[in-house]
């Protein structure tokens, strides 16, 4: 069974101050690895798909990693409405078509 | 605005009642799937649609939930004889073979 799991569960941040999420990950065979963003009431928003180790992707402040067993989200001098809580999912290729996602990591950035 | 839509936003209703969620994929998207997120977890896989059928379902989704895709575009989500575990956050998304793209949501609250 695919699993996914975030650290940390909540980031606190000053306005300016970078740092990285973890998701690490067990899958039989990745199809690709996602990020989202949640807004508080509202839907997953997408941001990036890896598909295959060493694979980057950049938007904006945010840049995505993948390694065989973990990806990271760097945040990039992140801005008060960079808070948001992240998601990771992995579909896997015995899991069929459905993402497997991780609990999340909360970040507020602070003014 | 020509993203997946969900309706209604929000739904309270008493214990035991039968409630139906609506969700319109992104036009040209023939896959469909639903899941549930409750507070603080990331959401949870229930079922996927391609086109009119239903080819993957969850053990999460007991026998009173039921989900159609009649004509391979908008898909329904019923619940008969709700409980109070079954108040969590329900979410559409749609697809091409390959990103997932969420709806808004829609809100349960089982009273």
């Known amino acids: 069974e695919d699993q996914v799991t975030q650290s940390p569960e909540a980031l606190r941040l000053q306005e300016g101050e970078s740092s990285s999420l973890n998701c690490s990950y067990t899958v039989s065979g990745l199809r690709g690895l996602f990020w989202y963003r949640q807004d508080p009431g509202k839907g997953p928003e997408f941001l990036f798909t890896?598909?295959?180790a060493g694979e980057e992707k950049e938007k904006e402040r945010l840049k995505a990693t993948l390694t065989k067993k973990e990806s990271f989200l760097h945040i990039t001098a992140p801005k008060p409405e960079d808070s948001a809580t992240y998601l990771c999912a992995v579909q896997g290729r015995a899991a069929g078509n459905k993402l497997t996602f991780g609990g999340g990591t909360r970040v507020l950035v602070k003014p | 605005d020509t993203g997946v839509s969900q309706d209604p936003r929000h739904k309270i209703t008493k214990r035991g009642q039968n409630v139906t969620f609506r969700c319109d994929p992104i036009s040209e998207h023939n896959r469909l799937y639903w899941y549930r997120q409750t507070l603080g977890q990331g959401p949870e896989f229930l079922t996927y649609?391609?086109?009119?059928?239903?080819?993957?379902k969850s053990r999460l989704l007991s026998d009173r939930f039921s989900a159609e895709r009649p004509k391979g575009s908008f898909s329904t989500l019923e619940i008969q004889r709700t409980e109070q575990g079954d108040s969590a956050m329900y979410l559409c998304a749609s697809s091409l073979p390959d990103t997932q793209y969420f709806g808004p949501g829609t809100r349960l609250t089982v009273l």
């Open positions: 890896l598909y295959s």
């Open positions: 649609f391609q086109n009119e059928a239903q080819l993957e």
